[in-house]
Nanobody
Framework: QVHVVESGGGLVQPGGSLRLSCVVSGLTFSTKPMGWFRQAPGREREFVAAINWDGSGTFYADFVKARFIVSRDNAGNTLYLKMNRLNPEDTAVYYC?????????????????WGQGTQVTVSS
């Protein structure tokens, strides 16, 4: 059984930073491309970042604008998202997901296993 568990969210002031973590079990993490998505209240889930299986390739949504960095530790079955210069528009539930063999990296239908999400709130 596959488990995907995010952590690291919380309340942060505008301009601050957070690092999200995602631990995956029940599959061979080191062979799986991974992605981060987010969903704000009243909005659709949107792509944030993706990384290929060995970390050699990363992809970001335009709104990230070099503020976020996605990385992975295959030995520890963990995916990370370091978020810098956060602003209130970044407030959302952030989800980690494992990539399936379909679709494009920025489409949520391209991912098969999802975590429950971790809340990020940016507010003064």
């Amino acid at each position: 059984q596959v488990h995907v568990v995010e952590s690291g969210g919380g309340l942060v002031q505008p301009g601050g930073s957070l690092r999200l973590s995602c631990v995956v079990s029940g599959l061979t993490f080191s062979t799986k491309p991974m992605g981060w998505f987010r969903q704000a209240p009243g909005r659709e889930r949107e792509f944030v970042a993706a990384i290929n299986w060995d970390g050699s390739g990363t992809f970001y949504a335009d709104f990230v604008k070099a503020r976020f960095i996605v990385s992975r530790d295959n030995a520890g079955n963990t995916l990370y998202l370091k978020m810098n210069r956060l602003n209130p528009e970044d407030t959302a539930v952030y989800y980690c997901a494992t990539r399936a063999n379909r679709g494009r990296y920025y489409e949520h239908s391209a991912y098969d296993y999802w975590g429950q999400g971790t809340q990020v709130t940016v507010s003064s």
